[in-house]
């Protein structure tokens, strides 16, 4: 819905919808700095906090990606279902439970990562609400939180059936519980590191960035199993640490990898909210070891100031990298290992600025990686056809057939190249597979059409023609192939309105112009 609100705004004007994307980044900035203040009071410390979040550099995916809207509109809406759950906590009434409820909700439909928020209530009623100081007090702040609960549970269900249904969760057989569990615990202290050094930063990192290997999952449990009893420990003293560090490790549960959703081992987008609990811990345990060794304010400002300075220039720099898909996929196989996504998607980004031959060696780097990759197959065909190359097409094609024989398009494209060859017979074999998997796909109809009339199967090419025509009214190509099928049988007349058509739909269409003139030229 606020992509549809901005397409009425902007159109399709990339600005216009990322200045959006801005303005609510500042927002949740906001909404982090007042949530802080308003819970523990201390002003300089939550300003810090937000401060670290507005200018991180693992947040600029986030923002400058338009598609993850869904990023900053969850955190905006659960921040507001927070900010309403302290007002709930400090007058407890109807309406302002309800409040609660209705942001997370909202933010849940933004997107489902928020089905951790009941249990971060849970830590805020810890601290800094001080909600839990007695054992009897658990069972009532749990009980309040079964409707959040609820709400997160039909969000949860909804998502898995969504995913598993568009075949983005990946089986137990493609990632066993044991490469799951270690990738986990990898990623965690993968998204440590680049919090504190955020380098190499790419938008698709491949599972073979991580070698699963038993040292490096031990390792990475001991660290983290280490960490959380060293914040454990400090309870009483230092609540912070625990409640932050919690807040990170358990909102990062449901994208760190236990049920694979896509094909990537982390995401700097994932780090966007998980963030928050980080930084809480970071900067409420820093200021509290400068008060004990009783540092000058002056000097707690400048050392306050040195992550900021620090991160402002990397986060600069990596808003530069999301400037177009050429520099934000050339930056991301720099820096990743064999990048099979990547290296298809800049190959489509390429062929679609007509740089065919780069295309084609960024679809051959993929089907190295993989070499039975339909996609990357496909385009590569596709693209061969582009640089007038059939004849090395058609092993391509017949190879994305083999992978998928149930592909409409794979024998669309192979019949298209056939056709290229003039190998008719064998263009309309692959044409009619085509329709018979898509029926209902116009180009298709189109294009056979076309063959049948270079056969002289006259009235099989119109019915085709004019099916083409009936699914899709406004199908520039069929209206220029039927005008063309009536010029070829001396009805020119009959024509000039099928040509004139293709033009309006298409007007840079420059063989339905060169035909209208030829029309033309025969009535007269």
């Not at 991180?56 to 995916?61: A, F, I, K, T, Y």
């Amino acid at each position: 819905m606020a992509h549809m609100l901005d397409c009425q705004l902007f159109g399709l004007w990339a600005g216009g919808h990322l200045v959006v994307n801005t303005l609510i980044h500042i927002a949740n900035v906001l909404l982090v700095f007042q949530l802080l203040r308003l819970t523990t009071g201390a002003r300089w410390r939550s300003a810090l906090v937000a401060a670290l979040f507005a200018l991180h550099p693992l947040h600029v995916e986030s923002v400058a990606w338009a598609p993850e809207r869904k990023d900053t509109l969850a955190a905006f809406f659960g921040l507001l279902s927070l900010l309403a759950y302290v007002r709930y906590v400090a007058v407890p009434t109807a309406g302002r439970y309800f409040a609660t409820a209705f942001w997370l909700a909202l933010g849940l439909m933004a997107k489902p990562m928020l089905v951790t928020w009941p249990f971060v209530m849970l830590l805020l009623d810890y601290w800094p609400l001080r909600r839990l100081n007695a054992f009897a007090a658990i069972w009532p702040r749990l009980r309040e939180k079964f409707p959040f609960v609820a709400l997160a549970g039909a969000s949860m269900i909804i998502t898995v059936i969504a995913q598993e249904h568009g075949g983005a969760v990946r089986g137990l057989v493609e990632a066993p519980l044991w490469f799951r569990f270690s990738n986990a615990t990898v990623s965690y202290v993968r998204y440590l590191a680049l919090t504190f050094w955020p380098h190499d930063l790419a938008v698709y990192y491949p599972f073979s960035e991580f070698t699963v290997s038993m040292p490096k999952t031990v390792g990475a449990v001991v660290f983290l199993a280490a960490i959380t009893a060293f914040a454990a420990a400090q309870i009483k003293v230092r609540p912070y640490l625990l409640i932050g560090w919690l807040w990170f490790i358990g909102t990062l549960v449901p994208v760190i990898g236990v049920v694979q959703v896509g094909g990537q081992v982390m995401a700097d987008r994932y780090h966007y909210l998980p963030s928050i609990g980080l930084f809480i811990a970071l900067v409420f345990g820093a200021a509290s070891l400068l008060e004990q060794w009783s540092v000058p304010t002056a000097a707690k400002a400048a050392l306050a100031g040195i992550p900021l300075l620090a991160a402002i220039p990397l986060t600069v720099l990596q808003v530069q990298r999301w400037r177009d898909s050429d520099t934000l996929f050339s930056h991301t196989l720099r820096v990743t290992p064999p990048n099979l996504i990547i290296e298809h998607n800049y190959g489509l980004v390429l062929g679609h600025a007509g740089r065919f031959e780069q295309a084609a060696e960024h679809f051959t780097r993929a089907l190295a990686i993989k070499p039975d990759f339909f996609d990357a197959l496909l385009n590569l065909g596709i693209t061969y056809s582009q640089e007038r190359r059939p004849d090395e097409a058609v092993p391509v094609f017949l190879r994305a057939i083999a992978v998928d024989p149930a592909s409409a398009k794979a024998h669309q494209q192979l019949g298209l190249a056939y056709a290229n060859l003039n190998r008719d017979d064998a263009a309309v074999a692959e044409l009619e597979r085509s329709v018979q998997l898509a029926p209902g796909d116009p180009d298709t109809r189109a294009n056979l059409g076309l063959v049948l009339m270079r056969q002289r199967k006259i009235p099989e090419a119109t019915a085709q023609l004019r099916e083409a025509l009936r699914l899709d009214p406004n199908h520039a190509e069929a209206h220029n192939n039927l005008g063309l099928l009536l010029l070829a049988t001396g009805q020119a007349r009959e024509s000039i309105p099928y040509f004139e058509a293709a033009l309006r739909i298409k007007p840079d269409l420059a063989v339905a112009r060169q035909n209208l003139e030829r029309a033309r030229a025969q009535t007269r």
